[in-house]
């Protein structure tokens, strides 16, 4: 066996490699510079972790965040793996210790953050080091076309600077083409390999639907499949996520908020309650999330619309990163999209307030679009895939539910035309529904051939109609909420093109759908699981580390439906290791054994 497969096997506790994972760490072996491009969840972290075990020597991670670098730093010790960390927040004390203990060549893998490499100092204590090679994580952060630029990332030019011979492996799970071309170009990789995964995520059900009111019932629904199981909600504003955690508590859900006006103290409180399963839900806004680790979230639901899809794809890339079906809803409204306007208005005009309403744009569409939304979200990263078919709401029941308004779309447009295109939506409805206001009145619109032609729907109807219209940008919004035609709207009057809209968004107050995705729990009994469960917990709490670093909810499962009786038939489940099993397995082996 080669060292590769023993180490996967002895450390990492996996039988086999995934897609992807054998050729970025024998490129990284080869000493090739790497750019990897994997969604979340589909194993990165062991492509650059695996060969720094095979190697001589230590490497260098480069990660955006803190809460990123402790939970990787936690996972490979339990592994029993030698890593640490260097930070701005630590001691003198402690960060020469690290130095010190680097020098003795006692850890493996180091983690730091890009600005510590701003600093001559500290890149040449580097240059005494042996280093193997360069790890860049979240390497999207390098570019200004990526939706998380950070400009500590632009000092990593410096690293081909200093170490023209060292390998640099760069790792994302969202880039477009652009992205990867300057990611490329800013971190100056040499003839890398570039490994492009297909962008699709065939564990999770994706679902997005129009927000009735404020879209509390639509999510109770939702979460009627997850029960005791693990979710992140998000909201776009602070306030919204602790009315939402409130509400979710009346409701016998154990939810907390967590946003950025938090205390540091209350932020982390919350963040290893959710870590450790003392917490269900996590009501947050955007600032939760970046590098979480945890394998066992079973849903992330939206509340509103996300800036950009690259959000939306690594938010709800968070669910199910142990491989299992996991579940995520997008609710939205019109009210999102103008919001969002709103807020890139008030930036100064720049390129980047430009592309801010192009990825704006781009998420409107996929959130109403009636293609398949995993097709989506690969053709919008360059890539493409077919569609899922059974996992998403537009293959599964879009075409069911689609309903033909091209007569209505073409009454509602007309009267845009008609009344001069100076007026807001709720204006031209009152023209189509024929009221008698003052300002219909005054302004003539009584007498126009579309005054009283739509009373055949109701005024929310005629609103979701106007809605629909937006989303398609056959309607444009302006200053002051007034409505206008764009080109593509005139082009359906005069070419009587077909426009639809999902059965729902007509039936008024439509009750959320009853049948919100199930997760499918497998055949293992749940008992046992829930027993194995409770011991993971035990262990973690004794270890002070989060439950799945024990073992994850994949593993636990396995151990369910194998309940193992003996060492070898315990090493044969996916994700225990010989390290884990040493700290681990017998007390797992004790209870499968009472279980059997
Ligand atoms: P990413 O960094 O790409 O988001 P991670 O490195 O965090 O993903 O890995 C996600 C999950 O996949 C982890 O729980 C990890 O243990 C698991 N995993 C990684 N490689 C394998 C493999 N070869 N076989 C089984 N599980 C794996």
Redesign the pocket.
């Known amino acids: 066996m080669s060292e590769t497969y023993r180490i996967?096997q002895s450390v990492?506790g996996?039988?086999?490699?995934?897609s992807y994972?054998e050729e970025a760490v024998n490129a990284i072996l080869a000493r090739k510079d790497i750019m990897m491009i994997?969604?979340?969840?589909?194993?990165?972290?062991?492509c650059y972790q695996l060969p720094s075990l095979v190697m001589d020597g230590m490497s260098v991670v480069i990660s955006p965040l803190l809460a990123l670098m402790h939970d990787q730093i936690t996972a490979l010790s339990a592994f029993g793996i030698k890593a640490a960390m260097i930070f701005s927040m630590q001691s003198t004390q402690e960060i020469q210790e690290t130095m010190q203990a680097c020098r003795k060549g006692e850890l493996k893998l180091l983690y730091v953050a890009p600005e510590r490499l701003k600093g001559e100092s500290f890149l040449n204590f580097l240059q005494t080091l042996p280093i193997n090679f360069f790890v860049i994580d979240e390497a999207h952060c390098v570019s200004e076309w990526g939706h998380e630029f950070r400009e500590d990332y632009r000092q990593l030019f410096r690293l081909k600077q200093y170490f023209p011979k060292t390998p640099i492996a760069a790792?994302t799970?969202t880039a477009t083409k652009i992205v990867e071309q300057d990611i490329l170009h800013q971190l100056g990789l040499s003839a890398p390999l570039i490994i492009r995964a297909k962008v699709e995520r065939d564990n999770l059900t994706i679902k997005a639907e129009y927000r009735n009111a404020n879209g509390r019932e639509q999510l109770l629904s939702f979460l009627s499949a997850f029960k005791n199981e693990s979710g992140i909600i998000y909201t776009l504003t602070r306030k919204e996520t602790e009315s939402l955690a409130l509400f979710l508590g009346t409701h016998k859900i154990l939810a907390r908020a967590y946003h950025a006006g938090l205390s540091t103290e209350e932020k982390n409180e919350t963040y290893h309650a959710f870590l450790n399963d003392e917490i269900q839900v996590v009501v947050a806004t955007v600032a939760f999330g970046m590098g979480i680790?945890k394998?066992n979230i079973r849903f992330v639901a939206h509340m509103s619309l996300p800036k950009t899809i690259e959000n939306y794809y690594q938010e709800i890339?968070r669910a199910g990163?142990?491989?299992l079906p996991s579940s995520t809803l997008l609710l939205f409204s019109t009210s999102d999209i103008v919001e969002h306007r709103r807020r890139i208005s008030e930036q100064p005009a720049s390129e980047y307030q430009k592309v801010a309403y192009e990825k704006l744009g781009a998420i409107s569409k996929f959130a109403s679009s009636q293609v398949c939304r995993h097709q989506q979200i690969a053709t919008y990263f360059d890539d493409a895939i077919a569609t899922c078919k059974t996992r998403c709401d537009n293959c599964v029941d879009g075409e069911k539910q689609s309903v033909d308004i091209s007569h209505e779309a073409l009454k509602l447009l007309s009267s845009v035309y008609r009344t001069g295109q100076r007026f807001g939506l709720h204006y031209v409805v009152d023209v189509l529904m024929g009221s008698h206001n003052e300002k219909i009145e005054q302004n003539g619109h009584e007498s126009l051939s579309v005054f009283g032609i739509g009373k055949d729907k109701t005024k929310a109807q005629w609103h979701s109609i106007g809605d629909r219209l937006m989303e398609l940008e056959a309607l444009k919004v302006g200053e002051y909420r007034v409505v206008s035609l764009s080109e593509y709207g005139a082009q359906i009057i005069k070419e009587r093109l077909h426009v639809s809209i999902h059965a729902a968004r007509l039936e008024v107050r439509a009750k959320a759908s009853k049948k919100a995705a199930k997760v499918v729990t497998g055949a293992f009994e749940l008992s046992i699981f829930e027993q194995l469960r409770a011991l993971r917990l035990e262990i973690a709490k004794e270890n002070s580390i989060p439950p799945?670093v024990v073992f994850?909810d994949?593993t636990l499962k396995e151990m369910a439906e194998r309940l193992p009786q003996n060492k070898e038939a315990m090493l044969e489940v996916?994700?225990v290791g010989e390290v884990k099993f040493e700290r681990y397995g017998e007390a797992f082996l004790e209870l499968c054994a009472k279980l059997s």
């Open positions: 996967l990492f996996h039988h086999t490699f995934r994972q994997l969604p979340t969840g589909a194993g990165k972290s062991l790792f799970a680790d394998s890339g990163r142990d491989g799945y994850s994949k996916s994700g």
